[in-house]
């Protein structure tokens, strides 16, 4: 059993700090097991007892795992003073204060980001020794070739700082001097993605990340949609 005071279960189920939730029960805004409790330091057991707040019912959950299609415009960061943020885009009763994104897409980046407060998976999925695939589709200014294809799948110099480890590039259409691409890498470098187009002077037009380790971005999320992990998803991502 695991038990912890109704303040705190509270706090950290919502985006309320523990002062404001200390307010709300003493004026009558949570019951435990349909009986008003006004004292936050009652312990709850979190696996038995009913505890709802302003007429809603909120369960415990350590770790929430969310999966967003982020759209552009929204910067993947937990707050930021110009931009919306992929937390903006989450509904109140999902919005928990310790959630973050696990991984970064550029402002104008789209595609699937995951949403946790689950901090050793996030490391895991991030860590440069686990090499979680990650992979993107990518309109490109240039027309790509399979010796690019080659280049990709055996590492290449950019800007004389790094070599990039092997990569996937295929080649989905042409269209004059624009090429549609998917591209699977295997690190997650600042801007990797642009930085390896532009080592061949060509530049990134679009870009969506459509996979990370063995999530895939659920085709029914339009950008700005999100939904939670499946407890099978969850668990193929922890298999990293
Ligand atoms: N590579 C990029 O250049 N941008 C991203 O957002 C992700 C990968």
């Known amino acids: 059993m695991s038990s912890i005071r109704l303040d705190r279960f509270l706090s950290d189920m919502t985006s309320y700090s523990r002062s404001d939730i200390k307010k709300y029960i003493r004026s009558g805004d949570v019951t435990v097991n349909d009986f008003p409790v006004y004292d936050p330091s009652v312990k709850i ?27 552009k415009g929204v910067v993947s960061a937990t707050r ?32 699937l980001l995951l949403i946790t407060n ?14 979680v695939d990650k992979t993107y589709l990518a309109l490109i200014q240039g027309f790509v070739d399979e010796n690019m294809a080659y280049d990709f799948a055996t590492g290449f110099k950019i800007d004389d700082e790094f070599t990039t ?10 269209e004059d001097q624009f090429t549609e691409v998917s591209v699977t890498i295997h690190e997650g470098r600042f801007h990797q993605i642009k930085r390896m187009f532009g080592a061949f002077d060509m530049k990134v037009l679009s870009l969506k990340r459509i996979s990370m380790g063995a ?18 998803e969850v668990t193929s991502l922890k298999e990293v």
């Open 45 to 71: 057991n979190t696996e038995a007892d009913a505890v709802s707040f302003k007429n809603c019912e909120i369960k415990y959950n350590k770790y929430l795992y969310f999966m967003l299609n982020k759209p």
């Open 80 to 111: 930021d003073d110009l931009h919306r943020t992929c937390l903006d885009l989450l509904s109140d009763g999902d919005r928990r204060k310790d959630l973050f994104p696990a991984g970064r897409l550029d402002i104008d980046t789209e595609g």
């Open 118 to 131: 689950d901090g050793p998976l996030s490391h895991n999925l991030l860590s440069p020794s686990h090499h």
């Open 165 to 174: 480890l092997p990569s996937k590039l295929r080649i989905l259409s042409h």
């Open 215 to 232: 999530l895939e971005l659920d085709p029914d999320l339009k950008p700005g949609e999100y939904r939670r992990l499946t407890a099978d």
